[in-house]
């Protein structure tokens, strides 16, 4: 009987230890792929940002995150841009297990300030994806048929689909939206809002979409103030 006890204590011991070994080591392996990760990305990244100058604003979040803030030229559309690269919890097994089943990824979030404030809002989902009561309710459906993956939806239609007829901005969105979890253009800032499946492929994208929207939206709001002062 104490042998019986003896043993079961014994597996129970080798289990804590075992779990508690591949638990350190899941810790410091994701850790570390995490750290490799931003590494890689900013390495890549930092190539396409270069041109719009050499000092940038930089902060860590540790393993999790890292953010770029990226002031506008003069000639530049933007006053601001903010780019984060949001990492998985790999560190964490069980719960990056947990957000892998979800279907989460890590993600490349973009927010601007234009230089010329949008005069009606545009929201961009996956086609897969419910739509929210809150674009049923408030927004109309923009049909297009140039994208097979996204939908899109707007406060003011016409403009919107001025806007979506720009060959530059039609590019620029077929390029990315395999991986666009979600874009919101709005009058209030940031004016522009995206996250991306993070990829490199998304890196050359960033800047000349933030930049086609920006010429846009100051072409449209300068065609409005010239109607304002006909009348």
Known sequence: MKEGIKMDQDIGLWTVIILTFIFMASYFWGRRKNYKIQKDMWKTLRKFIAPYGKRVDFKSYGTSAFQISVPGRKTDFFRRTELTV???PREILLYFLFQKIRG???ELIVKT????APKFSLEIIPRKMEVPERLKSKFKEVETNSFERISFFSSKEKLAKLLLDEAPIRKRLKAIEGNLRFLSLSVDEPHL???CNLSSEIFPQIFP???SFGSKVYELSMARKGRKNIK
């Open 209 to 211: 979409l933030i930049e």
């Open 193 to 195: 809002i995206f996250a």
């Open 113 to 116: 300030q234009f230089k010329s």
């Open 86 to 88: 949001a990492l998985l």
């Open 104 to 106: 989460k990824m890590d």
